[in-house]
């Protein structure tokens, strides 16, 4: 019985490790647009440096917590 405990949470966990999203920070700087396309979420940031907007996939998440004109990525952080 221990051993189907042991299993069934080790196959827990590896399904839900595959769950989460882990996309590639962006640049920082201020969000200009938001921008979805179906199920995937971007954001346009306009870096704090100087240079061209970037656009960048996030997370449904990222996405709501992040408003145009909003300082990226704190608004990620807050």
Do not use: I, W
């Not at 396309?37 to 440096?49: I, N």
Request: net charge positive; with cysteine; charged share 35%.
């Amino acid at each position: 019985m221990r051993r189907f405990a042991l299993a069934l949470l080790a196959c827990s966990a590896l399904a839900l490790a595959g769950c989460a999203q882990d996309f590639d920070r962006g640049p920082d700087g201020t969000v200009s647009d938001k921008v979805k396309d179906g199920k995937k979420f971007y954001l346009v940031v306009d870096p704090a440096k100087g240079g061209a907007e970037k656009k960048f996939r996030v997370s449904k998440y990222d996405y709501h917590d992040c408003n145009r004109g909003s300082k990226y990525p704190k608004c990620v952080d807050d």
